[in-house]
């Protein structure tokens, strides 16, 4: 099991910036994969970046060139850095961790952290 805290959301200016963390209660290298979700109020859930204990990346279309997603090791923490923020960006963040084992992928969630861009 794992335990993630979400924090660094709030409101913000289109075109502005925000770096959103999520902190673990476990070494981020036992877990297979992490990631930032983000859900707007009347839509689905969506992946917006996620990286992996190998450190590959991907991201949404959406979020291109415009997010990054990071981790520190040493922190148990992964980072959601978000530049050039849209309205359309506004949505609740959610941190997620995937861990497998055997056959069975367990998935844990964050409480979720709130972002509005607007002006």
């Known amino acids: 099991q794992v335990q993630l805290v979400e924090s660094g959301g709030g409101l913000v200016h289109p075109g502005g910036s925000l770096r959103l963390s999520c902190a673990a209660s476990?070494?981020?290298?036992?877990?297979?994969?992490m990631g930032w979700y983000r859900q707007a109020p009347g839509k689905q859930r969506e992946l917006v970046a996620a990286?992996?204990?190998?450190?590959?990346?991907n991201y949404a279309d959406s979020v291109l060139g415009r997010f990054t997603i990071s981790r520190d090791i040493a922190k148990n923490t992964v980072y959601l850095r978000m530049n050039s923020l849209k309205p359309e960006d506004t949505a609740v963040y959610y941190c997620?961790?995937?861990?497998?084992?055997?056959?069975?992928?367990?998935?844990?969630w964050g409480q979720g952290t709130q972002v509005t861009v607007s002006s």
């Open positions: 997620n961790a995937k861990i497998r084992s055997t056959q069975i992928v367990y998935e844990y």
């Open positions: 990286i992996s204990s190998g450190s590959s990346t």
């Open positions: 476990r070494s981020i290298t036992s877990i297979n994969a």
